[in-house]
């Protein structure tokens, strides 16, 4: 079978090779680092990210490492990696947001192309590559102020080949806590299931720290997925089998003020058990959380400063 030449972005990049570029967001100034790996063998398109959020360096690095890596001798098909998604929130080291609007690049899919920075860095990446492939895998991490225990999360609000796909992709990536959920929305994963992709969200590392662990489960899940999918020879990787979550339960403060966690991350939680206070500048009680659900204590912001509307943990039942 011919293998035709794939244009991204301002890329053509023919069969067997791999180039590097910048995917432009117009009328923005943005630009998304990105490479392109095709094959000489027909195959699965899979578009892979890094840096939706700019303080989430495990994946980050991952991506950037899994590009250099690519050899389009031995791949099948095509594979897009961008590395970071969010360039101005990753040099003004600003945890969520993109620094031109203020708003969390995570919750503006599948974008606007006449709207503010976020939505139109959002609606790029839909209309230029994420309705072009066939499989997605977004990497992320706890941000520059937020612990988490890794886990990957998928939308079960999508064609049932969609989620049988997303779930089979979360299955081989390697994290043990897999969340099958369509509770944020404007997300990645949310996005691709409605537009018909299989789409995984995988977090490992946390607070803004550059860890190996972190960098090898997200380069192991990314080279399982690969292999799952046929665009890479050779086995997977053994890893253990999932526990699969069905409820996301957030808890957002309701002042701006401190925040006092009282629960770990990886804690089991009980529904109606204390989690945490928010306090005045003074000492006084202003809100006292309680666990929204019976679960695990999947992700928890860690900094004392705390933002009315900012989030303050979630489970995972």
């Not at 929130?89 to 006449?114: C, E, I, M, S, T």
């Not at 081989?172 to 959920?181: D, M």
């Amino acid at each position: 079978m011919t293998v035709e030449a794939l244009q991204v972005g301002g890329l053509v990049v023919e069969p067997g090779a791999r180039k590097s570029g910048y995917l432009e967001v117009p009328g923005t100034g943005v630009r998304m680092p990105l490479t392109v790996a095709a094959g000489v063998e027909d195959g699965p398109r899979v578009l892979i990210t890094g840096g939706v959020h700019g303080g989430e360096y495990p994946g980050i690095e991952a991506a950037i490492r899994l590009a250099r890596e690519l050899d389009p001798r031995e791949l099948r098909g095509t594979v897009v990696v961008i590395h970071p998604v969010n360039l101005p929130a990753f040099h003004a080291r600003v945890q969520y947001l993109v620094p031109q609007d203020g708003k969390n690049l995570n919750r503006q899919f599948p974008g606007n192309a006449l709207g503010t920075v976020s939505e139109r860095m959002a609606h790029v990446l839909m209309t230029e590559i994420v309705h072009r492939v066939d499989a997605w895998v977004d990497l992320h991490g706890g941000d520059i102020h937020e612990a988490l225990v890794p886990f990957t999360i998928y939308s079960d609000a999508a064609e049932e080949g969609v989620v049988a796909a997303s779930r089979a992709m979360a299955e081989v990536y390697g994290i043990e806590y897999v969340l099958a959920s369509a509770t944020v929305k404007g997300g990645t994963y949310s996005a691709a299931a409605k537009a018909g992709v299989p789409c995984i969200l995988a977090e490992a590392g946390q607070v803004g720290q550059l860890d190996e662990e972190s960098v090898a489960v997200h380069l192991r899940g990314c080279r399982n997925v690969l292999k799952h999918l046929g665009s890479l020879p050779g086995d997977q990787e053994p890893v253990p089998p999932i526990r699969l979550l069905r409820r996301f339960e957030w808890l957002f403060s309701g002042r701006t003020a401190c925040w006092y966690p009282a629960v770990e991350i990886g804690q089991r939680v009980e529904k109606g058990q204390p989690v945490g206070i928010v306090r005045d500048y003074f000492g006084d009680t202003l809100e006292e959380h309680r666990a929204p659900a019976s679960g695990v204590v999947l992700f928890m912001v860690t900094s004392l400063a705390i933002n009315e509307g900012d989030p303050l943990l979630a489970v995972g039942a």
